[in-house]
Nanobody
Framework: EVQLVESGGGLVQAGGSLRLSCAASGFTLDDYSIGWFRQAPGKEREGISC????????YYADSMQGRFTISSDNARNTVYLQMNSLKPEDTAVYFC?????????????????WGQGTQVTVSS
Protein backbone atom coordinates (compact mmCIF):
# COMPACT_ATOMS: atom_id res chain seq x y z
CA GLU A 1 0.00 0.00 0.00
CA VAL A 2 1.32 3.41 -0.96
CA GLN A 3 1.40 5.73 2.02
CA LEU A 4 2.84 9.12 2.95
CA VAL A 5 2.97 10.17 6.58
CA GLU A 6 3.82 13.69 7.67
CA SER A 7 5.11 14.56 11.11
CA GLY A 8 6.87 17.36 12.93
CA GLY A 9 4.11 19.92 13.09
CA GLY A 10 3.18 21.74 16.26
CA LEU A 11 2.87 25.08 17.99
CA VAL A 12 5.77 27.51 17.69
CA GLN A 13 6.26 31.20 18.37
CA ALA A 14 6.82 33.65 15.55
CA GLY A 15 10.45 33.59 14.49
CA GLY A 16 10.84 29.97 15.48
CA SER A 17 11.60 26.88 13.40
CA LEU A 18 10.12 23.49 12.68
CA ARG A 19 11.23 20.57 10.55
CA LEU A 20 8.50 18.56 8.90
CA SER A 21 9.09 15.01 7.75
CA CYS A 22 7.33 13.06 5.01
CA ALA A 23 7.96 9.34 5.30
CA ALA A 24 6.98 7.06 2.42
CA SER A 25 6.02 3.42 2.55
CA GLY A 26 5.01 1.07 -0.24
CA PHE A 27 7.14 2.89 -2.78
CA THR A 28 10.51 4.56 -3.18
CA LEU A 29 10.40 8.33 -2.87
CA ASP A 30 13.32 8.69 -5.25
CA ASP A 31 11.05 7.41 -8.05
CA TYR A 32 8.68 10.33 -7.58
CA SER A 33 8.70 14.10 -7.60
CA ILE A 34 7.69 15.35 -4.17
CA GLY A 35 5.86 18.48 -3.20
CA TRP A 36 4.96 20.22 0.04
CA PHE A 37 1.67 22.08 0.21
CA ARG A 38 -0.33 23.83 2.89
CA GLN A 39 -3.91 24.80 3.44
CA ALA A 40 -5.19 27.36 5.90
CA PRO A 41 -8.86 27.49 6.96
CA GLY A 42 -11.00 29.01 4.24
CA LYS A 43 -8.14 29.13 1.75
CA GLU A 44 -7.09 27.04 -1.21
CA ARG A 45 -4.27 24.56 -0.99
CA GLU A 46 -1.04 26.25 -2.04
CA GLY A 47 2.33 24.93 -3.12
CA ILE A 48 5.31 25.61 -0.87
CA SER A 49 8.21 23.69 -2.32
CA CYS A 50 8.95 20.70 -4.47
CA UNK A 51 11.82 18.52 -5.61
CA UNK A 52 12.02 16.92 -9.06
CA UNK A 53 12.63 13.26 -9.78
CA UNK A 54 14.39 14.22 -13.00
CA UNK A 55 17.46 15.85 -11.47
CA UNK A 56 16.73 16.74 -7.86
CA UNK A 57 16.01 20.37 -8.69
CA UNK A 58 14.17 22.24 -5.99
CA TYR A 59 11.59 25.00 -6.28
CA TYR A 60 10.02 27.36 -3.76
CA ALA A 61 7.06 29.66 -3.66
CA ASP A 62 8.21 33.27 -3.52
CA SER A 63 6.97 33.84 0.02
CA MET A 64 8.97 30.85 1.29
CA GLN A 65 12.19 31.51 -0.58
CA GLY A 66 15.02 31.88 1.90
CA ARG A 67 12.99 30.67 4.86
CA PHE A 68 12.09 27.09 3.88
CA THR A 69 14.37 24.32 2.64
CA ILE A 70 13.32 21.01 1.09
CA SER A 71 15.64 18.03 1.26
CA SER A 72 15.51 14.27 0.90
CA ASP A 73 17.13 11.30 2.57
CA ASN A 74 16.87 8.34 0.22
CA ALA A 75 18.21 5.92 2.82
CA ARG A 76 15.31 6.84 5.12
CA ASN A 77 12.83 7.21 2.23
CA THR A 78 11.91 10.56 3.73
CA VAL A 79 11.62 14.13 2.50
CA TYR A 80 11.98 17.05 4.89
CA LEU A 81 10.84 20.64 4.97
CA GLN A 82 12.93 22.85 7.24
CA MET A 83 10.97 25.97 8.12
CA ASN A 84 12.73 28.95 9.70
CA SER A 85 11.63 32.46 10.64
CA LEU A 86 8.05 31.29 10.91
CA LYS A 87 5.25 33.85 10.81
CA PRO A 88 1.67 33.67 12.07
CA GLU A 89 0.51 33.60 8.44
CA ASP A 90 2.36 30.30 8.02
CA THR A 91 -0.29 28.67 10.21
CA ALA A 92 -1.93 25.87 8.20
CA VAL A 93 -2.14 22.14 7.71
CA TYR A 94 0.93 21.03 5.79
CA PHE A 95 0.81 18.13 3.33
CA CYS A 96 3.36 16.24 1.32
CA UNK A 97 2.48 14.65 -2.00
CA UNK A 98 4.11 12.42 -4.59
CA UNK A 99 3.89 12.69 -8.37
CA UNK A 100 5.09 10.36 -11.10
CA UNK A 101 6.02 13.40 -13.15
CA UNK A 102 9.70 13.85 -13.89
CA UNK A 103 9.56 17.53 -13.06
CA UNK A 104 7.92 18.66 -9.83
CA UNK A 105 5.30 21.39 -9.91
CA UNK A 106 3.38 23.49 -7.42
CA UNK A 107 0.06 22.29 -8.88
CA UNK A 108 -1.87 20.08 -6.43
CA UNK A 109 -3.89 18.19 -9.03
CA UNK A 110 -0.73 16.90 -10.70
CA UNK A 111 0.08 14.81 -7.62
CA UNK A 112 -0.94 11.19 -7.27
CA UNK A 113 -0.54 10.45 -3.57
CA TRP A 114 -1.09 12.59 -0.49
CA GLY A 115 -0.37 12.34 3.19
CA GLN A 116 -2.93 13.14 5.86
CA GLY A 117 -1.30 16.43 6.83
CA THR A 118 0.28 17.87 9.96
CA GLN A 119 -0.87 21.03 11.73
CA VAL A 120 1.53 23.95 12.08
CA THR A 121 0.46 26.82 14.31
CA VAL A 122 2.59 29.94 14.69
CA SER A 123 1.68 32.26 17.54
CA SER A 124 2.42 35.98 17.50
Amino acid sequence: EVQLVESGGGLVQAGGSLRLSCAASGFTLDDYSIGWFRQAPGKEREGISCISRRDGSTYYADSMQGRFTISSDNARNTVYLQMNSLKPEDTAVYFCAASLGLTATMTPWEYDYWGQGTQVTVSS
